[in-house]
């Protein structure tokens, strides 16, 4: 009957609303759970300083080789494009105010999503379904403590330090292609990045960068956390860690970068 | 049956329904002080859901868990963090942190919980390492070592805090039946050592009923018999009989 149709699909419409809402809420408890836990002592520096290395330094190699290429095209389009109107002095300012405020954190989140973000849903995945979470739980010592408060502190620290390494590094990329490649004089390309990259640019990229390190380690811990079964729940939450932390500092980025100055 | 003192751990009418499947419905089991209670039933009977309500990691939908005259189904935060410091717990798989070394696997929670000395902690997990026969393999990783030796990692880990009650969920599956044999012995040999109260649950049978102090059957989500080995294995009651003799169900 079409009416029953109507009905039935009136209920999984609203079925499917209340799931989504409470698996929403799920994934904010989770992360205000972990805050909560991150100012409660005492902290596992062993553990915080092992993520830290883990999400940094492992990171280090694609952040450098993506923010030289970063900055290398935007000083290439930058040039053919001012170059048109006249203003190739002004490219400088291109490459550094762009990276800085917005592709440095943004690339650079991306970049650490893909490594370490997927790596860190599927080790905690793992750990999981193999029992060790809840081998830490009835050894009476919370995996909130242990695992995931020290991978947000590893987040929120090294993705402002990535992002910066990002930036410099770009920055650089953009000089070899003006100044060894058109050449552009250095004093140009620095002189008017120095005269117009200001500190606020600064604070809003690490602003940025912090919260999406945050996003990332939020997101990998949950996913990890909340794995289906088997291998194949850890390859999919390893997927949807990798897919949401994505999405999510895109459209986090779209919000801080209209709110900050 | 036998008089059971006052009991170290009691579970009354415990009843868990996962979706429309209802696992546990209405568990009743007394296990005395410093015994081995062996839990026995059919795979995807809730034995293993049975252990995980004793262990406060799922909370009934009905019903008590009592260790030591505190309901742990009631218990939250520091509460029950206080009464699982006095558990071991085996879990099927090890649960071996795969990240650390099997040293540093057994001298996790000593070193975490700060009850014994700094200096203490490496010779007490070395001792623990020693009592399961694995004194050389400190060093090694857990996927570098077999998974019998992995058993035995777990149970130091479990025995390394002194608890006073021990939790075993399945310890031998996956095992020839020489290993099976051989861990039995060893938790035998440390339950009279140390005197801890024991669940352990599986379905190694025969060999159980070497080592039990009682046995209880878990079926159709219910304690349906419990009593000495020698009283289950001359039980004449049918569906004993049938798991424990291993005859296939006529429908």
Same mark, same amino acid.
């Given at each position: 009957?079409?009416?029953?149709?109507?009905?039935?699909?009136?209920?999984?419409?609203?079925?499917?609303?209340?799931?989504?809402?409470?698996?929403?809420?799920?994934?904010?408890?989770?992360?205000?759970?972990?805050?909560?836990?991150?100012?409660?002592?005492?902290?596992?520096?062993?553990?915080?300083?092992?993520?830290?290395?883990?999400?940094?330094?492992?990171?280090?190699?694609?952040?450098?080789?993506?923010?030289?290429?970063?900055?290398?095209?935007?000083?290439?389009? =930058?040039?053919?494009?001012?170059?048109?109107?006249?203003?190739?002095?002004?490219?400088?300012?291109?490459?550094?105010?762009?990276?800085?405020?917005?592709?440095?954190?943004?690339?650079?989140?991306?970049?650490?999503?893909?490594?370490?973000?997927?790596?860190?849903?599927?080790?905690? =995945?793992?750990?999981?379904?193999?029992?060790?979470?809840?081998?830490?739980?009835?050894?009476?010592?919370?995996?909130?403590?242990?695992?995931?408060?020290?991978?947000?502190?590893?987040?929120?620290?090294?993705?402002?330090?990535? /992002?910066?390494?990002?930036?410099?590094?770009?920055?650089?990329?953009?000089?070899?292609?003006?100044?060894?490649?058109?050449?552009?004089?250095?004093?140009?390309?620095?002189?008017?990045?120095?005269?117009?990259?200001?500190?606020?640019?600064?604070?809003?990229?690490?602003?940025?960068?912090?919260?999406?390190?945050?996003?990332?380690?939020?997101?990998?811990?949950?996913?990890?956390?909340?794995?289906?079964?088997?291998?194949?729940?850890?390859?999919?939450?390893?997927? +949807?860690?990798?897919?949401?932390?994505?999405?999510?500092?895109?459209?986090? *980025?779209?919000?801080?970068?209209?709110?900050?100055? | 049956?036998?008089?059971?003192?006052?009991?170290?751990?009691?579970?009354?009418?415990?009843?868990?329904?996962?979706?429309?499947?209802?696992?546990?419905?209405?568990? *009743?089991?007394?296990?005395?002080?410093? +015994?081995?209670?062996?839990?026995?039933?059919?795979?995807?009977?809730?034995?293993?859901?049975?252990?995980?309500?004793?262990?406060?990691?799922?909370?009934?939908?009905?019903?008590?868990?009592?260790?030591?005259?505190? *309901?742990?189904?009631?218990?939250?935060?520091?509460?029950?963090? =206080?009464?699982?410091?006095?558990?071991?717990?085996?879990?099927?798989?090890?649960?071996?942190?795969?990240?650390?070394?099997?040293?540093?696997?057994?001298?996790?929670?000593?070193?975490?919980?700060?009850?014994?000395?700094?200096?203490?902690?490496?010779?007490?997990?070395? +001792?623990?390492?020693?009592?399961?026969?694995? /004194?050389?393999?400190?060093?090694?990783?857990?996927?570098?070592?077999?998974?019998?030796?992995?058993?035995?990692? /777990?149970?130091?880990? /479990?025995?390394?805090?002194?608890?006073?009650?021990?939790?075993?969920?399945?310890?031998?599956?996956?095992?020839?039946?020489?290993?099976?044999?051989?861990?039995?012995?060893?938790?035998?040999?440390?339950?009279?050592?140390? =005197?801890?109260?024991?669940?352990?649950?599986?379905?190694?049978?025969?060999?159980?009923?070497?080592?039990?102090?009682?046995?209880?059957?878990?079926?159709?989500?219910?304690?349906?018999?419990?009593?000495?080995?020698?009283?289950?294995? *001359?039980?004449?009651?049918?569906?004993?009989?049938?798991?424990?003799?291993?005859?296939?169900?006529?429908?």
């Amino acid at each position: 009957m079409p009416g029953s149709l109507v009905l039935d699909g009136v209920q999984s419409l609203g079925r499917y609303g209340i799931r989504t809402l409470a698996s929403l809420g799920r994934f904010g408890m989770f992360l205000g759970e972990a805050l909560l836990w991150a100012v409660v002592p005492p902290f596992k520096a062993r553990q915080a300083l092992q993520r830290i290395w883990f999400v940094g330094l492992r990171s280090l190699s694609v952040i450098l080789l993506t923010g030289a290429f970063t900055g290398m095209v935007l000083g290439l389009q =930058g040039m053919l494009m001012l170059q048109r109107v006249g203003s190739e002095a002004f490219v400088g300012p291109l490459v550094a105010i762009a990276l800085v405020r917005e592709l440095g954190p943004v690339l650079a989140a991306l970049m650490v999503t893909g490594r370490a973000g997927s790596a860190l849903a599927a080790e905690i =995945g793992v750990m999981r379904i193999t029992e060790q979470i809840d081998a830490l739980t009835v050894m009476a010592l919370n995996p909130m403590r242990y695992l995931v408060v020290p991978t947000l502190v590893a987040g929120v620290v090294t993705l402002p330090l990535l /992002a910066w390494i990002f930036d410099v590094v770009g920055i650089y990329g953009g000089y070899l292609v003006t100044v060894k490649l058109f050449g552009m004089s250095s004093g140009t390309y620095f002189g008017q990045i120095r005269a117009f990259l200001d500190t606020g640019d600064i604070w809003v990229g690490f602003w940025k960068a912090l919260v999406f390190g945050l996003i990332i380690a939020w997101v990998a811990c949950y996913k990890g956390f909340h794995v289906g079964h088997g291998a194949e729940g850890v390859g999919r939450a390893t997927t +949807e860690a990798v897919v949401l932390a994505s999405v999510l500092i895109l459209v986090v *980025d779209y919000f801080l970068g209209s709110v900050l100055p | 049956m036998t008089a059971v003192p006052a009991p170290a751990i009691r579970v009354e009418g415990l009843k868990k329904r996962f979706g429309t499947q209802e696992v546990l419905r209405g568990v *009743d089991l007394a296990v005395a002080p410093a +015994e081995l209670m062996v839990v026995i039933g059919r795979s995807g009977g809730g034995k293993s859901v049975l252990l995980r309500h004793l262990l406060a990691l799922v909370r009934p939908d009905a019903g008590r868990v009592v260790i030591d005259g505190q *309901d742990v189904a009631a218990l939250h935060g520091r509460a029950l963090d =206080g009464i699982r410091e006095r558990f071991g717990v085996v879990f099927q798989g090890g649960a071996l942190f795969d990240s650390s070394t099997v040293l540093e696997n057994v001298l996790f929670p000593i070193r975490e919980r700060r009850r014994f000395a700094p200096t203490d902690l490496v010779p007490r997990a070395q +001792e623990a390492l020693a009592q399961v026969g694995l /004194a050389e393999m400190g060093h090694k990783y857990p996927a570098e070592i077999s998974g019998g030796m992995r058993k035995r990692v /777990a149970i130091a880990r /479990a025995l390394v805090t002194e608890p006073q009650v021990v939790f075993l969920d399945e310890p031998t599956t996956g095992l020839d039946p020489i290993l099976v044999n051989s861990i039995h012995h060893l938790i035998v040999g440390l339950h009279r050592k140390y =005197g801890f109260t024991a669940v352990m649950v599986s379905h190694e049978i025969p060999e159980i009923f070497q080592i039990a102090s009682r046995v209880a059957m878990l079926h159709e989500g219910r304690i349906h018999a419990v009593g000495t080995p020698a009283e289950i294995q *001359d039980s004449t009651d049918p569906a004993v009989r049938r798991f424990i003799h291993g005859e296939v169900e006529e429908r």
